[in-house]
Nanobody, 125 residues
Framework: QVKLVESGGGLVEPGGSLRLSCAASGFRLDGYAIGWFRQVPGKPRERVSCVSSMGSSTFYANSVKGRFTISRDRAKNSVYLQMNSLKPEDTAVYYC??????????????????WGEGTLVNVSS
């Protein structure tokens, strides 16, 4: 069964850090660009970061540039999102998604091939 599972979300104070993990089962992530998206109620799902299938290219939304870092571990068939200097506006459900494409994943959520169930990040004092 093809599955993406996110973990690592939680409650953190402003200025704190979290590391999200996205683990795949039932398929290899090697041939996929992997993106992290986030969504708050009433707003569309937005692309936060992406790493290309070969790991040679990355994308960051302007709102997280310099604070978030995406990485992938082929041996563990996983992708990570290190989030530092968190702000209340980072509060959202974070999803990882796999896009079978060369290069950076699409910004269109409908273009993704697989999705995880999401993990909640709550930045609050």
């Amino acid at each position: 069964q093809v599955k993406l599972v996110e973990s690592g979300g939680g409650l953190v104070e402003p200025g704190g850090s979290l590391r999200l993990s996205c683990a795949a089962s039932g398929f290899r992530l090697d041939g996929y660009a992997i993106g992290w998206f986030r969504q708050v109620p009433g707003k569309p799902r937005e692309r936060v970061s992406c790493v290309s299938s070969m790991g040679s290219s990355t994308f960051y939304a302007n709102s997280v540039k310099g604070r978030f870092t995406i990485s992938r571990d082929r041996a563990k068939n996983s992708v990570y999102l290190q989030m530092n200097s968190l702000k209340p506006e980072d509060t959202a459900v974070y999803y990882c998604a796999a896009d079978r494409t060369v290069g950076i994943c699409s910004s269109d959520p409908k273009a993704m091939d697989y999705w995880g169930e999401g993990t909640l990040v709550n930045v609050s004092s």
